[in-house]
Structure formats: structure tokens, C-alpha cells
């Protein structure tokens, strides 16, 4: 069975940051692009972040360029997405993706 699971989310003021983690499990997603969306209530789900199989090809939401960062580690089969001067518009739920899977998804709430 094929598993993302993110972890990471949480409660911080706004100029804060945080760092997600996905864990993939069940198959191998190292020569996959992997990817972050976010939904904020009662708004559609939306791009964060990609970072393609070897990290060569990043690309980001104009609302988060400068702010946010990918990476991934293929030998845990991991991808991370670090956020700083984090605002309370960031506030969603942020899922993992690569082609068809997603994960459950993390909460980030951003207080101001």
C-alpha cells in the first residue's frame, strides 16, 4: 500500500517558520517529481511547491517565491517543504503529492 505521510504542521505567529516533512512508503518516489498543495477553508486546493526526481527543477507559487523552499532526500524517500516569514494567508492544510497519491495532509495555522 502506497502511503504520504506529512508531519511538521502546527500553530506559529506570523514571521515564523516551520518545516514540513513527507515520508513516502510502499513504493519508491525517487524518479518522480514530488510536490506541496495547500487548501485553506472553503477555498480550492492549490500549487505550493515541485521539485523534480534529482532536485535539478524547483518551481513555486508566486504567493510564496522567497519564502519557501524544496528539497528532497531520495534515500529516505522524503520531501520537505521549509517555511519562513510565514503570514496568517499561509494558513491551509498542506498535502503532499506525486502523480496520483496525495497524503492526509498537516495543518499549518498562522496567528498574526
Known amino acids: 500500500q502506497v502511503q504520504l505521510v506529512e508531519s511538521g504542521g502546527g500553530l506559529v505567529q506570523a514571521g515564523g517558520s516551520l518545516r514540513l516533512s513527507c515520508t513516502a512508503s510502499?513504493?519508491?518516489?525517487?524518479?518522480?517529481?514530488m510536490g506541496w498543495f495547500r487548501q485553506a477553508p472553503g477555498k480550492e486546493r492549490e500549487f505550493v511547491a515541485r521539485?523534480?526526481?534529482?532536485?535539478?527543477?524547483?518551481s513555486f507559487a508566486d504567493s510564496v517565491k522567497g519564502r519557501f523552499t524544496i528539497s528532497r532526500d531520495n534515500a529516505k524517500n522524503a520531501v520537505y517543504l521549509q517555511m519562513n516569514n510565514l503570514k496568517p494567508e499561509d494558513t491551509a492544510i498542506y498535502f503532499c503529492?506525486?502523480?496520483?497519491?496525495w497524503g492526509q495532509g498537516t495543518q499549518v495555522t498562522v496567528s498574526s
Open positions: 521539485i523534480t526526481w534529482n532536485g535539478g527543477v524547483k
Open positions: 503529492n506525486s502523480r496520483l497519491y
Open positions: 510502499g513504493r519508491s518516489f525517487s524518479t518522480e517529481t
